[in-house]
């Protein structure tokens, strides 16, 4: 069984808009720190977003801020982000990951991971 599944990455043109989606099972879903990365080709995974669901804390990457947000839904079991003003810079496969073992929240080491949802932005 999958614990992680995202969904709504597709190709849109620069400027453009996508809200992905990831539904966690019972046992991946975390109250504590959830987060978005993504892995660009030929370059290594970076974190994008993360959100810790007791305190309401998001983190962003830098190349981010101000054009995606990392929203949660506790009883769906669900984490968003919603992108905007969407770049060639943006593309590449988003996964979520829930459940921080070490590390920060955009750079750590995480108990579980989506196989990833590709976004294709074009100019």
């Known amino acids: 069984q999958e614990q992680l599944v995202e969904s709504g990455g597709m190709s849109v043109q620069s400027g453009g808009s996508l809200r992905l989606s990831c539904v966690a099972s019972e046992d991946a879903y975390s109250n504590l720190y959830m987060a978005w990365y993504r892995q660009a080709p030929g370059k290594e995974r970076q974190g994008v977003a993360c959100t810790h669901g007791l305190s309401g804390v998001t983190v962003y990457g830098d190349s981010v801020k101000d054009r995606f947000f990392v929203s949660r839904d506790n009883s769906r079991n669900t984490i968003y982000l919603e992108m905007t003003n969407l770049n060639p810079d943006d593309t590449g496969i988003y996964s979520c990951?829930?459940?921080?073992?070490?590390?920060?929240?955009?750079?750590?080491?995480?108990?579980?991971w989506g196989h990833g949802t590709q976004v294709t932005v074009s100019s």
């Open positions: 990951a829930s459940v921080l073992l070490s590390g920060t929240c955009l750079a750590g080491n995480w108990n579980h």
